[in-house]
Protein backbone atom coordinates (compact mmCIF):
# COMPACT_ATOMS: atom_id res chain seq x y z
CA UNK A 1 0.00 0.00 0.00
CA UNK A 2 3.01 2.06 0.03
CA UNK A 3 2.20 3.26 -3.34
CA UNK A 4 -0.98 5.11 -2.13
CA UNK A 5 -1.39 8.76 -1.57
CA UNK A 6 -3.85 11.56 -1.73
CA UNK A 7 -3.85 13.80 -4.14
CA UNK A 8 -5.88 16.92 -5.20
CA UNK A 9 -6.93 17.72 -8.41
CA UNK A 10 -8.20 20.59 -9.64
CA UNK A 11 -11.47 20.93 -12.10
CA UNK A 12 -10.70 19.15 -15.22
CA UNK A 13 -12.56 20.27 -19.12
CA UNK A 14 -12.80 16.92 -20.70
CA UNK A 15 -14.16 16.11 -24.28
CA UNK A 16 -15.29 12.11 -24.98
CA UNK A 17 -17.57 9.85 -25.24
CA UNK A 18 -19.24 7.63 -22.94
CA UNK A 19 -21.02 3.92 -22.75
CA UNK A 20 -23.89 3.33 -20.30
CA UNK A 21 -24.80 -0.35 -19.92
CA UNK A 22 -25.01 -3.68 -17.84
CA UNK A 23 -22.03 -4.13 -15.45
CA UNK A 24 -21.06 -7.72 -16.50
CA UNK A 25 -20.34 -6.10 -20.10
CA UNK A 26 -18.24 -3.26 -17.88
CA UNK A 27 -14.11 -4.24 -18.93
CA UNK A 28 -14.93 -5.33 -22.30
CA UNK A 29 -17.38 -1.91 -22.87
CA UNK A 30 -14.42 0.08 -21.26
CA UNK A 31 -12.17 -1.19 -23.84
CA UNK A 32 -13.94 -0.95 -26.77
CA UNK A 33 -14.53 2.76 -25.93
CA UNK A 34 -11.23 3.57 -25.43
CA UNK A 35 -10.49 2.00 -28.73
CA UNK A 36 -12.96 3.87 -30.64
CA UNK A 37 -12.03 7.49 -28.87
CA UNK A 38 -8.75 6.86 -29.25
CA UNK A 39 -9.19 6.76 -33.18
CA UNK A 40 -11.08 9.57 -33.04
CA UNK A 41 -8.23 11.70 -30.90
CA UNK A 42 -7.16 13.70 -34.06
CA UNK A 43 -10.94 15.36 -34.46
CA UNK A 44 -9.96 17.52 -31.71
CA UNK A 45 -7.03 19.03 -33.31
CA UNK A 46 -4.83 20.54 -30.91
CA UNK A 47 -7.27 21.20 -28.38
CA UNK A 48 -6.09 18.35 -26.31
CA UNK A 49 -3.53 19.53 -23.26
CA UNK A 50 -2.16 16.07 -22.83
CA UNK A 51 -1.38 12.50 -23.59
CA UNK A 52 -3.57 11.16 -20.59
CA UNK A 53 -6.59 9.09 -21.24
CA UNK A 54 -9.04 10.27 -18.78
CA UNK A 55 -11.90 7.67 -18.08
CA UNK A 56 -14.62 9.30 -15.39
CA UNK A 57 -16.91 6.45 -14.24
CA UNK A 58 -20.07 5.85 -11.93
CA UNK A 59 -21.46 2.22 -11.11
CA UNK A 60 -23.41 0.45 -9.09
CA UNK A 61 -24.19 -3.21 -8.54
CA UNK A 62 -26.38 -3.23 -12.05
CA UNK A 63 -24.63 -0.68 -14.77
CA UNK A 64 -21.74 1.24 -15.00
CA UNK A 65 -21.36 4.49 -16.98
CA UNK A 66 -17.83 4.78 -18.14
CA UNK A 67 -16.34 7.47 -20.11
CA UNK A 68 -13.35 7.89 -22.37
CA UNK A 69 -11.98 11.61 -22.51
CA UNK A 70 -9.02 14.13 -23.19
CA UNK A 71 -8.62 17.32 -21.03
CA UNK A 72 -8.96 20.38 -23.42
CA UNK A 73 -9.25 23.89 -23.55
CA UNK A 74 -13.01 24.93 -23.70
CA UNK A 75 -14.38 24.29 -27.11
CA UNK A 76 -16.81 26.64 -28.70
CA UNK A 77 -17.62 23.28 -31.21
CA UNK A 78 -17.87 19.67 -29.92
CA UNK A 79 -16.88 17.15 -32.91
CA UNK A 80 -20.22 15.22 -33.23
CA UNK A 81 -20.78 12.37 -30.79
CA UNK A 82 -18.75 13.80 -28.58
CA UNK A 83 -19.48 15.48 -25.01
CA UNK A 84 -17.76 18.25 -23.10
CA UNK A 85 -17.97 17.81 -19.31
CA UNK A 86 -16.53 19.41 -16.44
CA UNK A 87 -15.20 17.13 -13.45
CA UNK A 88 -14.85 19.54 -9.97
CA UNK A 89 -12.34 19.62 -8.37
CA UNK A 90 -11.74 17.09 -6.35
CA UNK A 91 -9.52 15.75 -3.03
CA UNK A 92 -8.84 11.54 -3.98
CA UNK A 93 -7.08 8.34 -2.73
CA UNK A 94 -4.77 7.36 -5.92
CA UNK A 95 -2.60 4.28 -6.31
CA UNK A 96 -0.64 3.64 -9.02
CA UNK A 97 -1.25 0.75 -11.23
CA UNK A 98 -1.41 -0.76 -14.70
CA UNK A 99 -4.24 -1.51 -17.47
CA UNK A 100 -3.39 -5.09 -16.88
CA UNK A 101 -3.44 -5.26 -12.68
CA UNK A 102 -6.47 -2.45 -12.16
CA UNK A 103 -8.47 -5.10 -10.51
CA UNK A 104 -5.36 -5.35 -7.93
CA UNK A 105 -5.09 -2.03 -7.69
CA UNK A 106 -8.73 -1.46 -7.00
CA UNK A 107 -8.31 -3.98 -4.06
CA UNK A 108 -4.86 -2.10 -2.69
CA UNK A 109 -6.95 1.52 -2.84
CA UNK A 110 -9.79 0.42 -1.11
CA UNK A 111 -7.45 -1.54 1.42
CA UNK A 112 -5.66 1.51 1.66
CA UNK A 113 -8.76 3.87 2.15
CA UNK A 114 -10.48 1.55 5.05
CA UNK A 115 -7.32 1.07 6.79
CA UNK A 116 -6.87 4.87 6.74
CA UNK A 117 -10.21 5.68 8.09
CA UNK A 118 -11.02 7.68 4.94
CA UNK A 119 -14.74 8.01 3.30
CA UNK A 120 -15.32 7.69 -0.48
CA UNK A 121 -18.00 10.43 -1.77
CA UNK A 122 -20.75 8.90 -3.49
CA UNK A 123 -21.83 11.87 -5.23
CA UNK A 124 -18.53 12.15 -6.87
CA UNK A 125 -17.15 10.25 -10.07
CA UNK A 126 -13.92 8.08 -9.68
CA UNK A 127 -11.50 8.31 -12.52
CA UNK A 128 -8.70 6.14 -14.20
CA UNK A 129 -6.06 7.71 -15.84
CA UNK A 130 -4.16 5.41 -18.61
CA UNK A 131 -0.56 6.83 -20.03
CA UNK A 132 -1.19 5.72 -23.11
CA UNK A 133 1.71 4.83 -25.46
CA UNK A 134 -0.15 4.48 -28.95
CA UNK A 135 3.10 2.88 -30.46
CA UNK A 136 2.98 0.14 -27.70
CA UNK A 137 -0.62 -1.36 -26.63
CA UNK A 138 1.24 -3.39 -24.04
CA UNK A 139 1.49 -2.65 -19.92
CA UNK A 140 0.67 0.90 -19.44
CA UNK A 141 0.47 3.06 -16.52
CA UNK A 142 -2.76 3.90 -14.50
CA UNK A 143 -3.80 6.07 -11.76
CA UNK A 144 -7.04 4.56 -10.37
CA UNK A 145 -8.30 8.03 -8.19
CA UNK A 146 -11.60 7.48 -5.53
CA UNK A 147 -13.07 10.68 -4.61
CA UNK A 148 -13.02 11.39 -0.47
CA UNK A 149 -15.13 13.13 1.13
CA UNK A 150 -13.98 16.10 3.47
Known amino acids: MENCSIVIKPALQLVGISYCGPYSS ?37 FATYWACYEVHHLEEVPEGMVQLTIPAHRYAMVASSNKRIGEGYEQL ?19 LFYIDEQHWEEEPVELLIPLKD
Open 26 to 62: FPDEAIRLQTEFLARKHELNDNVKSIVLYSPYFGNEA
Open 110 to 128: HAWINAKGLRKDEQAVSLE
